[in-house]
């Protein structure tokens, strides 16, 4: 394997949409911020799925052929798609904690109290 010049730059890892729009960058060298994991799509590429648990793409891609790798993992045709809080929650992230509340009403008590 060749050395990366240094001139290069980090190597990042990016999660796209379909129509191709970039949702994130997650730096491939470094921890990712709290603003970068908030920002994540639903679901996550293997690429960067294996970035957030710290493995690189060979590593991944042989965990998902050998069904261990530690996040739930679905094949869809000839590509993989890793659900983001699986990847969150195999890290220990409260998505609670990490979003906060919207201010919907969804999670107050439902008794009726409440008004």
Known sequence: MRPVP????PRTVSAQLTGHREVNKVNARSTP?????ASLPLALDPTTAGCLLGMS???????LKAGTFPAPAH???RSWRIPTAGV?????????TLLGCSG????????????
């Open 6 to 9: 240094h001139h290069a730059g």
């Open 33 to 37: 911020t709290l603003s970068e994991i």
């Open 57 to 63: 793409r060979s590593t991944t891609y042989r965990h």
């Open 75 to 77: 094949r869809v045709g």
């Open 88 to 96: 969150l929650l195999h890290l220990g992230i409260d998505l609670d």
């Open 104 to 115: 919907c009403g969804a999670r107050r008590d439902q008794t009726g109290d409440d008004r």
